[in-house]
Nanobody
Framework: QLQLVESGGGSVQAGGSLRLSCVAS????????MAWFRQAPGKEREGVAA????????YYDDSVKGRFTISHDKNKKTLYLQMSRLTAEDTAMYYC????????????????????WGQGTQVTVSS
């Protein structure tokens, strides 16, 4: 199994930046896709960004494209999400996700495609 632990969340002013990290442990060799999701109170969990580990292909939700960057350090077994130009709408609990079987690209940002999840890290953006 995979264990995922997020960190880096906190409070930031609108327009600011934040960098989230997700450290993977356990059986990580077979993991082919990792992603970031977020969930605000009363809202569905939504996909933010995904990356295919082998080839490095990335996918972003339109709401964050151009502002967020997902990356992965294979040696450190760590997933990152660099967030810039944050707005109040970015306030949410952010979750790291992974799966051994990579989803097809059209559903790379679908939460139902991932079986392993971290506990989440809170991001709060004040206006």
């Amino acid at each position: 199994q995979l264990q995922l632990v997020e960190s880096g969340g906190g409070s930031v002013q609108a327009g600011g930046s934040l960098r989230l990290s997700c450290v993977a442990s356990g059986n990580t060799d077979g993991s082919n896709c990792m992603a970031w999701f977020r969930q605000a109170p009363g809202k569905e969990r939504e996909g933010v960004a995904a990356i295919y580990i082998g080839g490095g292909t990335t996918y972003y939700d339109d709401s964050v494209k151009g502002r967020f960057t997902i990356s992965h350090d294979k040696n450190k077994k760590t997933l990152y999400l660099q967030m810039s130009r944050l707005t109040a709408e970015d306030t949410a609990m952010y979750y790291c996700a992974a799966d051994y079987l990579p989803p097809p690209p059209p559903v790379a940002l679908s939460k139902d495609e991932y079986n392993y999840w971290g506990q989440g890290t809170q991001v709060t953006v004040s206006s």
